[in-house]
């Protein structure tokens, strides 16, 4: 069944994207974040050791953003309508992710709009805390996690969209 108030992934128009949504919500890693970590693959190290990891170096350091996201959201928004809602396991992590951001997104997302999550579930609760706050209710995930935009979907009546979507768009942004 499809559900009314989804952006369908085949064939988003961004100007039905911005005419349809309040308030954008942002993943940072694969998203916002090009996630490519390691020298010899995606990771720097196994899921088992990251913590460990954290403790001595900074991943983000070397991440890029996503040029074409960062066009769009210098473009077509402003800082009071974009979140980041990204998963941080520790303090070190929240302290790096928002540094990149912030370094990388500044002038478009503020720091209080960075909102950390311990697993990608509570993505959802932290739209609806959103929403709550701001008394807008068209908001719209925008994800590299398949499990994680179909969960938002199937939950709520927020808007979901793959990060790859935008990927067909790339000369409309200059």
Not at 9 to 24: A, F, P, R, S, T
Not at 100 to 107: H, R
Not at 157 to 165: C, K, N
Request: aromatic fraction near 12%; hydrophobic fraction near 35%; charge should be negative.
């Amino acid at each position: 069944m499809i559900k009314v108030g989804v952006v369908s992934m085949i064939g988003l128009n961004i100007k039905e994207l911005i005419e349809k949504v309040d308030l954008y919500c942002w993943d940072l890693d694969g998203t916002l974040g090009v996630y490519a970590f390691g020298e010899n693959g995606i990771n720097s190290c196994s899921d088992g050791c990251y913590l460990e990891y954290l403790e001595k170096y900074n991943p983000y350091e070397k991440v890029k953003p996503n040029v074409i996201l960062k066009k769009f959201i210098e473009t077509y928004t402003n800082k009071d309508i974009n979140y980041v809602i990204t998963v941080a396991q520790s303090e070190k992590e929240k302290e790096y992710k928002k540094r990149f951001i912030l370094l990388n997104y500044g002038v478009s997302i503020r720091e209080s709009h960075i909102i950390f999550v311990e697993n990608w579930k509570q993505k959802c609760k932290a739209m609806q805390k959103i929403e709550s706050e701001r008394g807008l209710n068209r908001l719209v995930l925008i994800d590299d996690t398949i499990k994680t935009l179909s969960m938002v979907q199937d939950s709520t009546e927020y808007y979901t969209v793959h990060v790859s979507s935008f990927m067909n768009y790339a000369e409309l942004l200059g």
